[in-house]
């Protein structure tokens, strides 16, 4: 079982407020990722990390920004959300880039209202 | 830049049928490829991995194949049940995973 936690589940906010939306796992995977998914799309990956210090921009274009200060935790920040922000946001990681299974946390749901 | 495609986008099958999902892919230059399950408002549970050098993967029910050449893959569930009922996605690995929009399947009793 897999073990990656993502924190708040669902949060409904207002237009402007600066929000981050927590993710960490307890098993040591290197490799950690950010996924945003519009309801009946396929998921975009939006930032990644190969390990502490190392930030990505992934396919998707995204005006969040991520940080990696320690293994475990992968944070994923708006500093001032819009409409268009609304989405859900999924976060995983692996022991590889390559070769190995992507594990995932339950997801954030946004609404921005 | 990599494409993958699921078929059907929606299937409803009564209990006990036989199943197979579609998935296909357009770069053949992949590291793998990935099943994953995903319930309403939930995140995704990895199905099967099948690597790029293999040919297939078996899990329980659950079987899935994979033709690099000719960029497709299929899943296959034997003796649906309803609690199968759930979307399917299919993600191809290069240096990051790209996912199809999925199958949303629906057992009934």
């Known amino acids: 079982e897999a073990d990656i936690y993502q924190t708040p589940r669902y949060l409904v906010i207002g237009t402007g407020k600066k929000i981050t939306l927590e993710c960490s796992q307890t098993?040591?995977?290197?490799?950690m990722y950010w996924y945003q998914q519009d309801p009946g799309m396929e998921l975009h990956l939006i930032h990644y990390?190969?390990?502490?210090?190392?930030?990505e921009k992934g396919d998707l274009s995204s005006e969040s920004t991520v940080s990696r200060i320690r293994t475990e935790h992968f944070p994923l920040t708006l500093e001032s959300a819009r409409p268009s922000h609304t989405s859900q946001y999924l976060c995983?990681?692996?022991?590889?880039?390559?070769?190995?299974?992507?594990?995932f946390g339950p997801g954030t749901r946004l609404t921005v209202l | 830049k990599q494409e993958v495609t699921q078929i059907p986008a929606a299937l409803s099958v009564p209990e006990g049928e036989n199943l197979v999902l579609n998935c296909s892919f357009t770069d053949s230059a992949i590291y793998n490829l990935q099943w994953f399950r995903q319930d309403p408002g939930k995140g995704l549970t990895s199905l099967l991995l099948i690597q790029s050098s293999q040919r297939e993967q078996t899990s329980g029910r659950l079987n899935a194949s994979l033709d690099k050449s000719s960029g497709r893959s299929t899943l296959y569930i034997a003796a649906s049940q309803p609690g199968d009922s759930a979307t399917y996605l299919c993600?191809?690995?290069?240096?990051?995973?790209?996912f199809g929009k999925g199958t949303m399947l629906l057992v009934s009793p």
């Open positions: 098993m040591g995977h290197d490799k």
């Open positions: 993600a191809v690995s290069a240096s990051t995973l790209t």
């Open positions: 990390s190969y390990g502490v210090n190392s930030t």
């Open positions: 995983a990681s692996s022991e590889s880039a390559r070769g190995d299974t992507q594990y």
